[in-house]
C-alpha cells in the first residue's frame, strides 16, 4: 500500500495523457473514480448513520466519567472513519474532474463542503444533550 501508483489523472495536460496512455486507459481510471466516489459517499453515509445511533444511545445511557470518556473514544473513532471517507471522495471527485473536466456527471456527484457533512438529526441531538 505504500507503493504510488501513477494513474492517467496523474498527468494534467490532455494530451501529454493521450501520449503517454494506452488506449482506453483514462475511460477506465473514470470508471475507477466513479465508482470509488460512490463507495466513498457509502461509507460517508454509514459513518453518520453510526454517529447518529451512537450519540442517541450516549445520551441516554451513559452516566458516569469512565462511560462517557469510552463514549467519546467510540466517537472519536467513527469521525475518523467519516474524515476519511469524505477525503476519499474528495480525491476521487477530483481525479474525475482531471480525467472527463466538467460535465453532467456532476449532478451526482457534487462538491463536498464540511458543511454538508452532518446527519439529519445531529443538531437535535446535541441540543437535547445540552443541560
Given at each position: 500500500?505504500?507503493i504510488?501508483?501513477?494513474m492517467?489523472s496523474d498527468i494534467a495536460?490532455?494530451?501529454?495523457?493521450?501520449?503517454?496512455c494506452?488506449?482506453g486507459?483514462?475511460?477506465?481510471?473514470?470508471e475507477?473514480?466513479?465508482?470509488?466516489a460512490?463507495?466513498a459517499?457509502g461509507?460517508?453515509r454509514?459513518?453518520l448513520?453510526?454517529?447518529?445511533?451512537?450519540?442517541r444511545?450516549?445520551?441516554?445511557?451513559?452516566?458516569g466519567q469512565?462511560?462517557?470518556?469510552?463514549?467519546?473514544?467510540?466517537?472519536?473513532?467513527?469521525?475518523?472513519k467519516?474524515h476519511?471517507?469524505k477525503?476519499?471522495?474528495r480525491?476521487?471527485r477530483?481525479?474525475?474532474?482531471?480525467?472527463?473536466?466538467?460535465?453532467?456527471?456532476?449532478?451526482?456527484l457534487q462538491v463536498l463542503n464540511?458543511?454538508?457533512?452532518h446527519?439529519?438529526?445531529?443538531?437535535?441531538?446535541?441540543?437535547?444533550?445540552d443541560?
Amino acid at each position: 500500500e505504500t507503493i504510488r501508483l501513477f494513474m492517467p489523472s496523474d498527468i494534467a495536460d490532455k494530451t501529454k495523457r493521450e501520449r503517454a496512455c494506452a488506449v482506453g486507459l483514462p475511460e477506465m481510471e473514470a470508471e475507477l473514480r466513479i465508482g470509488e466516489a460512490r463507495e466513498a459517499l457509502g461509507a460517508l453515509r454509514a459513518g453518520l448513520r453510526t454517529r447518529t445511533m451512537t450519540n442517541r444511545y450516549r445520551l441516554r445511557n451513559c452516566t458516569g466519567q469512565r462511560a462517557l470518556t469510552r463514549g467519546q473514544g467510540v466517537l472519536r473513532q467513527v469521525n475518523m472513519k467519516i474524515h476519511k471517507a469524505k477525503l476519499r471522495y474528495r480525491y476521487a471527485r477530483n481525479a474525475l474532474l482531471r480525467l472527463k473536466g466538467h460535465g453532467g456527471w456532476e449532478r451526482e456527484l457534487q462538491v463536498l463542503n464540511d458543511g454538508d457533512v452532518h446527519a439529519l438529526n445531529e443538531r437535535a441531538l446535541t441540543r437535547a444533550g445540552d443541560p
